[in-house]
């Protein structure tokens, strides 16, 4: 089985510093979707692993989060994809967590769920927080500059240049690296 980890907001999805609180704020970052159904169609188990504080805050209910994934599902589904587990994390900051990235909590999860290996997986996040839990369970962090990516890049350049990770434009273009057996 080929398992690949995904970050939701900044990378599927456009992300806000304000938090996407509902369906309609959720809004596929361009060749998202069709990275995914590309991905899927190759035979890849997908995961997805997101923090969403939103719900501790108050910002949003679980409810209204299943929402926005059912929508993510459908726009999915129109390109072929789909998405085989949504882990998240509903914890805020404070909360003392052990699923809140950067801990690892939601890969081990996922890891458990379809009986995988960490080691190696690709994960692809645009935070720093998305790429240490990666390197935590020795998977494979790849970062996208879509979301916080820029800023993860200019605050965290050297990590990434020393642990040698890959930085790809955007989710497309990581996939097609991966696809390629380039990343």
Not at 118 to 131: T, Y
């Amino acid at each position: 089985m080929k398992l690949i980890i995904l970050d939701r907001d900044g990378v599927i999805n456009e992300d806000s510093d304000h938090f996407i609180k509902s369906p309609d704020e959720w809004i596929p970052i361009p060749g998202s979707l069709e990275a995914i159904a590309r991905l899927h169609k190759a035979g890849w188990t997908i995961a997805v692993a997101t923090n969403q504080s939103g719900i501790a805050r108050g910002l949003f209910s679980v409810d209204t989060l299943q929402a926005m994934h059912a929508k993510f599902h459908a726009l999915l589904a129109e390109h072929g994809g789909k998405v085989d587990a949504i882990y998240y994390c509903d914890h805020g900051p404070n909360d003392e967590c052990s699923c809140r990235k950067p801990l690892p909590g939601m890969y081990v999860q996922a890891a458990d769920e379809f009986g995988a290996d960490l080691r190696e997986v690709p994960v692809i996040g645009d935070s720093f927080r998305d790429l240490e839990a990666a390197m935590a369970v020795n998977a494979r962090p790849i970062a996208v500059k879509t979301g916080k990516g820029e800023r993860t890049l200019e605050s965290h350049a050297a990590v990434l240049k020393e642990k040698n990770i890959p930085v790809y434009d955007n989710l497309a273009s990581a996939v097609d690296a991966l696809l390629a057996g380039e990343a």
